[in-house]
């Protein structure tokens, strides 16, 4: 029989207020969408490819703002191309080895990362994978650490993937930091995955970066899309950590440090 104390104990995901407070998603998609007119602000690209995967459940209609946004900003930015993303399902890992390939086959660069949710599990591994054509690494709200069922959303993974979670030879390896520099972005009042569970204690070239946001809105979030703009403007081979200076940046990013 389980004590209270293991009762305690038992990873959880964001409770309901949080859960509710996901209906903001509405609000940021119309933030996002009506301040088009302001993305020629965001820091502009040098024209290299960025392959964005989303989250779970989700296809590429779930990040078209995003790459909307990325495009507008001089970036060559790439679907993934394969549907709804239903979890490790066999050959869903092959062929996104192979649509990375592919881009930075035809493009002759390294090619940067973004991942959405789970997107960003699959993007930290293939750069772990594939650290010669990957330039660098951005996730948001994605569960690479902590207990996976400190999310809201492992039943469904379990139920749309036919894996189950929790078994540390699966789970254990996400912690690592990808050998490429790596950025997550993510928010304290994340209704589906816990924050906790998306801090990255890695290496010199990692960092955090802590907006607030919902978890369906972080792809759409006006303040996220800035933040990727400033990741990937950054020249090849001189990564810096973001800069927090100014009026504007404190008030829509957090210090990780004092999280």
């Not at 305690?8 to 933030?31: C, D, K």
């Not at 024209?47 to 459940?57: E, K, Q, T």
């Not at 959405?116 to 990957?134: C, M, N, Q």
């Not at 369906?216 to 200076?245: C, M, T």
């Amino acid at each position: 029989m389980s004590t209270t104390s293991d009762h305690t104990a038992r990873p959880r995901g964001p409770g309901r207020l949080l859960q509710a407070l996901e209906s903001r998603v509405l609000l940021e998609l119309g933030a996002a969408l009506a301040s088009r007119p302001l993305w020629g602000l965001a820091p502009e690209g040098d024209g290299h490819s960025v392959l964005v995967l989303p989250g779970l459940a989700a296809g590429d209609e779930s990040t078209r703002v995003l790459r909307a946004f990325l495009s507008s900003r001089n970036f060559d930015a790439q679907a993934w191309k394969q549907g709804r993303n239903l979890g490790l399902r066999p050959g869903v890992l092959d062929r996104t080895r192979k649509r990375l390939h592919e881009i930075a086959r035809q493009s002759g660069r390294k090619v940067s990362l973004v991942g959405w949710s789970l997107g960003g599990v699959y993007a930290r591994e293939l750069a772990k994978e594939f650290p010669d054509i990957t330039r660098q690494v951005i996730t948001l709200g994605s569960p690479f650490t902590g207990h996976p069922r400190e999310t809201n959303a492992w039943r469904l993974y379990e139920f749309v993937s036919g894996h189950r979670i929790g078994t540390e030879d699966i789970h254990e390896p996400l912690r690592t930091t990808p050998p490429v520099p790596t950025t997550s972005i993510w928010s304290r009042t994340d209704g589906v995955v816990s924050w906790r569970c998306s801090v990255e204690r890695g290496h010199h070239e990692a960092e955090n970066i802590v907006v607030e946001s919902s978890h369906l809105g972080l792809g759409v979030n006006p303040a996220v899309l800035y933040a990727i703009a400033d990741r990937l403007s950054q020249p090849e081979g001189q990564w810096k950590p973001f800069e927090r200076h100014g009026a504007l940046k404190h008030l829509f990013y957090r210090d990780p440090q004092r999280v």
